[in-house]
């Protein structure tokens, strides 16, 4: 059928491509539930770990993309995470006491943070979360910071400790 028509065929169609995915070994086959997930609406699982760094990539961008348009779309202050900083701290102490998918979305905004080009302050939180992520604590953490970003990670880290 052409564009526009048959509609209801496509479905069926993805359907039957995940489960043919799911019959591939680890780590691939792992993308089928998450992409199952993902089409129906579900939370968004964590990228399955063990999948080549591309795919892993294209996976995260979905996941930061999905994350945008639940959002309502970027606003000004948000506009390279789809988060609120506030939103951003509350994630990584979750990440940071085990939740994996907090932890997930929390290291990519960390990371997104961290692009070359952008305001100095923002590397500078991305990485010092980037690091309470990772399971470094005290001043390893704050190395760096700029006085106004320090007492946020430092926030967090009692958090995390709480």
């Known amino acids: 059928m052409g564009p526009g028509g048959g509609g209801a ?6 359907g039957e491509a995940l489960a043919q995915l799911e ?3 680890p780590p691939l086959g792992s993308i089928a539930p998450f992409l199952r997930a993902v089409g129906s609406g579900q939370p968004v699982p964590p990228v399955p770990p063990g999948l080549p760094g591309e795919l892993a990539s294209i996976l995260q961008e979905l996941v930061r993309a999905i994350a945008r348009q ?6 000004e202050d948000e506009e390279e995470s789809g ?4 939103d951003l701290l509350a994630l990584v102490v979750r990440g940071c006491r085990g939740e994996t998918q907090a932890g997930q979305r929390a290291y990519d905004v ?3 943070l961290q692009q070359p080009g952008g305001p100095p302050e923002y590397a500078a939180l991305g990485k010092a979360l980037q690091r309470l ?5 005290g001043p390893a953490v704050l190395e760096g910071l700029p006085a106004d970003v320090a007492p946020l990670v430092e926030r967090v880290e009692r958090e995390v400790k709480a």
């Open 83 to 86: 988060i609120s900083l506030e």
């Open 70 to 75: 639940d959002a309502g779309g970027p606003d």
């Open 9 to 14: 065929r496509v479905p069926l169609e993805v």
């Open 110 to 112: 960390a990371r997104a």
């Open 23 to 25: 019959q591939v070994p």
């Open 133 to 137: 992520l990772e399971g470094l604590r």
